[in-house]
Structures are given as C-alpha cells and as structure tokens.
C-alpha cells in the first residue's frame, strides 16, 4: 500500500486516502464506548471501574483489513470472537483498551480526521469522558455520575 518515495506526494496522496478509508471504516464498523463494572473487592473506595474501548468488528474473513488498521495505529490487538448461533463465520474484533493509547492515538486521529456519521456525536462523549477518567474525574462521586450521564448519550440504539 505504501509508496518508495517514502517522502513524496505520492506517499501523502496514498496515506490521504488510508486516513479517509480509516475515517470511512469506522464510521460504518466502528464503536466507541464506556462501559461500567462493580468490584466489591475494589481498593477503590467507589467500587466501580470505568472502561473505555475503541472497537472495529468484522466478519473473520475480513480481519485483514483489522489487521491494517491495528497496524497503522500500531495499538490496541485483535481477538477472536467465536459465535454458535445461526451464523456462519467467528468475528475478529480490533479493540484499544489502554487509556494513553486512547489519548495518544485514537483521540487524536479522529480529531485531525473527524468521522461524518452519528458516530462523530459519540465520539466526542467518548473522548471527553477518557479525558475526563486522565484527570482521575473517575474516581470521586461527583465525576463518575458525570461520566454516566455522558454515556447515557452515547449509542442511543442500544438498551442500557
């Protein structure tokens, strides 16, 4: 995919056009999301843990194409998600996980490159409340009703 001329307009003009098919593949296969789990035996005083991800799903026969975006991102990792119900092909899932890659990588790159659907709206929560979680906002009372409101905005198609 990449040109010789490592710093020539050739170079730039394919990388334009990987971005933009990164913006468009998320935007059609693409998920940001919070999602919210209880450890009664938390050292945390609040006892919840807040957990951001950034996920593309694909059909297994599609996973090269993760495999090119985890490779231009160079973060997060693809795992198999096996299914048994009526269809007939597992999923691969590229999933980033790790907060300063969130911040350094992902945010930052949808930002310079922003999506075109609804997820562009979502995207935003997700990147305010990962921001938010880098403050430590997460851990007191106040901030984490605050992060729950925002996700209460975010994928509105599902049930919460």
């Known amino acids: 995919m990449q ?17 933009g098919w990164i913006v468009g593949f998320v935007d059609g296969e693409g998920c940001f999301t919070v999602s919210f789990f ?3 035996k938390s050292r945390l005083r609040l006892k919840w843990q807040v957990f951001p991800e950034f996920v593309i799903t694909q059909s297994i026969e599609s996973k090269e194409a993760l495999e090119k975006i985890h490779e231009f991102f160079g973060c997060g990792g693809i795992y198999l998600n096996k299914r048994y119900d009526n269809h007939h092909y597992h999923l691969a899932k590229y999933v980033v996980r790790n907060r300063q890659d969130l911040l350094k990588k992902i945010i930052p790159f949808f930002e310079s490159h922003p999506l ?5 709206k979502n995207f935003q929560y997700f990147a305010r409340i990962v921001r938010m979680m880098d403050k430590g906002e997460h851990l ?9 409101t925002l996700t209460t905005k975010m994928n509105t198609r599902k049930f919460r």
């Open 3 to 19: 040109s010789d001329n490592v710093s020539g307009a050739d170079n730039q003009q394919e990388r334009s056009v990987f971005t």
């Open 38 to 40: 209880k450890h009664p």
């Open 116 to 120: 075109k659907t609804t997820k562009k």
């Open 140 to 148: 007191n009372k106040k901030g984490l009703e605050k992060i729950q």
